[in-house]
C-alpha cells in the first residue's frame, strides 16, 4: 500500500493480516519509481496490471478505498528500502471492509482454520445440533478418523464439560497435524480431569507457536478455575 495521508488507509490490512495468525508485524517502507509495473485492484476483483503512478492515482479516486491492495511481482533490492518499524496491530478492518456492526459468518472462508480464535467463534456461530456420545466419540477416534473429522469429534467434546480421563486424547498430542495438536489443547479444558493439566503441559512446549499458545491459554483457564469457590463448580 502507498503511504498517503489517511494512516488508515495505508495501513487498512493490518488487522486482516494479522487475523490469519501473526503476532507481530513489521511495516517495510521503501521508494519506487512511479513507472515500476504493478498488479492492482479490490481484493475480490479481477486485478489489472498498470503502473505504479496508476494503482496509486485509482486509489486516490475511488469513493470507498478500503480493500484496494497492489503486488509488485518482483523483488525489492536493499537500496530501495528506506525504513523498517514496527506497526500497530489494531489498524484496518477483519474479515471485510466496513465489516463491524454485521454478523459474523462462520464458513470456512471468513474464518479459515488457523486464524486467531476461528474455532471459538465458529462454535458460537453454529447452531446446536445432535452431539455423539462420549463412547461414540472414543471409538471414532479409536477407528482412525480424519483430521476432519478428529476436528468435528473434538468440537463436539467442547459442547459439554464433564470430568472424564483424557488419556484417550493422548495419541492425538503427538499428531504429526499442528490444527490436530491445536485442537486437542482447545479440547482438553472441558475435561475437568488432573490428566487435562500434564496433556497441556506438554502441549505448551509445542514447536508450534499456535498449538502452544492455545495450551498455554487452556492451563490459565484451568488454573483460574481452581482459583474460584467450589460453589462455581457445575
Request: charged share 25%; glycine share 6%.
Amino acid at each position: 500500500m502507498p503511504v498517503l495521508q489517511s494512516h488508515f488507509v495505508s495501513h487498512q490490512w493490518i488487522r486482516e493480516l494479522r487475523r490469519q495468525g501473526s503476532r507481530v508485524q513489521v511495516g517495510v517502507y521503501f521508494r519506487l519509481p512511479n513507472t515500476d509495473p504493478v498488479w492492482a485492484g479490490r481484493y475480490n476483483q479481477p486485478h489489472r496490471q498498470m503502473t505504479l503512478g496508476d494503482a496509486i492515482k485509482e486509489l486516490l479516486s475511488l469513493d470507498d478505498p478500503l480493500g484496494f491492495e497492489i503486488f509488485i511481482d518482483r523483488p525489492i533490492p536493499a537500496s530501495q528500502i528506506k525504513r523498517i518499524r514496527g506497526v500497530p496491530s489494531t489498524v484496518g478492518w477483519r474479515y471485510m471492509p466496513h465489516a463491524h456492526g454485521r454478523s459474523l459468518c462462520g464458513c470456512p472462508v471468513c474464518l479459515p482454520r488457523g486464524a486467531i480464535k476461528s474455532r471459538r467463534l465458529r462454535e458460537r456461530l453454529e447452531p446446536s445440533a445432535v452431539l455423539p456420545s462420549l463412547d461414540v466419540v472414543k471409538a471414532r477416534l479409536l477407528a482412525g478418523a480424519t483430521e476432519d473429522e478428529i476436528s468435528e469429534l473434538l468440537w463436539a467434546l467442547r459442547r459439554k464439560r464433564r470430568r472424564t480421563d483424557p488419556e484417550f486424547l493422548s495419541p492425538l498430542v503427538s499428531s504429526t497435524s499442528a490444527s490436530v495438536r491445536e485442537d486437542v489443547a482447545l479440547t482438553l479444558p472441558f475435561l475437568r480431569h488432573v490428566n487435562s493439566m500434564r496433556l497441556l503441559e506438554g502441549l505448551a512446549r509445542d514447536e508450534d507457536e499456535n498449538v502452544a499458545s492455545t495450551a498455554a491459554e487452556g492451563l490459565a483457564e484451568i488454573a483460574s478455575r481452581r482459583s474460584r469457590p467450589s460453589s462455581d463448580e457445575g
